[in-house]
């Protein structure tokens, strides 16, 4: 069953608009967290924001913000006043606890991404 | 600081050929994991060691295998490549104890396989 999913493939938004990219997500682990990565045309993935699954606030990192609705089990993220530079596949991500729990080690489960682009 | 460094940037192999794709990293990181990202995918877990003198299985091991060689590095080994293992490779690392639970990538390895 798939833990993560993306159901936008692509969205389009004009610059200066907001855009929300919408993650749901399937965990039975009460602890838990959401990430949201970047991955621009050059490759690299770069960290965007991070939601914990006992955070109280939702998230936000400069024009980036995490809306996150543990009941409906989403994590979608926001951009506000989108940039050129926005243009990029985005991918939620969920981390979760493997291996032995003694080792506290983690993976990160990814959905399949979602294609913004930005139209000047 | 490098960060996450991952060598080669690229590799073409023929089937059967074998390689090592080597990575680093010089944040004094304990855990460190090999992703594979396929087209209009997102990354998949390979294997990963959660500290120097560990390595487990992830989700997509088959066909590989792993050395931790030393705190800051961490190989993968493909030892008879398959056009299926045709992927971007990233590796990432991550400090224990870390309550941001943040994966530190690197810049990834475009591997084909003819």
């Known amino acids: 069953a798939q833990k993560i999913t993306q159901t936008q493939p ?3 938004v004009q610059e200066k608009e907001a855009v929300t990219l919408d993650c ?4 039975s682990d009460p602890s838990y967290g959401l990430f949201w990565y970047k991955q621009p045309s050059s490759g690299e993935m770069i960290f965007l924001i991070y939601q914990g699954s006992y955070d109280q606030q939702n998230a936000t990192e400069g024009r980036y913000s995490l809306n996150f609705q543990k009941a409906r089990k989403s994590a979608n993220l926001v951009i506000s006043a989108s940039q050129l530079g926005d243009s990029a596949m985005y991918f939620c991500a969920m981390r979760e606890l493997i291996g032995d729990s003694g080792a506290g080690s983690y993976q990160l489960t990814f959905g399949k991404g979602t294609k913004l682009s930005v139209i000047p | 600081n490098a960060g996450v460094t991952q060598t080669p940037k690229f590799q073409v192999l023929k089937t059967g050929q074998s390689m090592t794709l080597q990575c680093a990293q010089d944040m004094n990181h304990n855990s460190m994991y090999w992703y594979r990202q ?5 990354l998949r877990l390979i294997y990963y060691s959660a500290s120097e003198g560990t390595t487990d299985k992830g989700e997509v091991p088959n066909g590989y295998n792993v050395s931790r060689l030393n705190k800051r590095e961490f190989s993968l080994r493909l030892e008879s490549a398959a056009p299926s293992q045709t992927s971007v490779y990233f590796c990432a690392s991550r400090l224990m104890g870390d309550r941001s639970y943040e994966q530190y990538f690197g810049p990834g390895t475009r591997l084909t396989v003819t």
Do not use: E
């Open chain 1, 10 to 12: 692509g969205m389009f």
């Open chain 2, 38 to 42: 396929d087209p209009g995918m997102g």
């Open chain 1, 24 to 27: 749901t997500y399937d965990t």
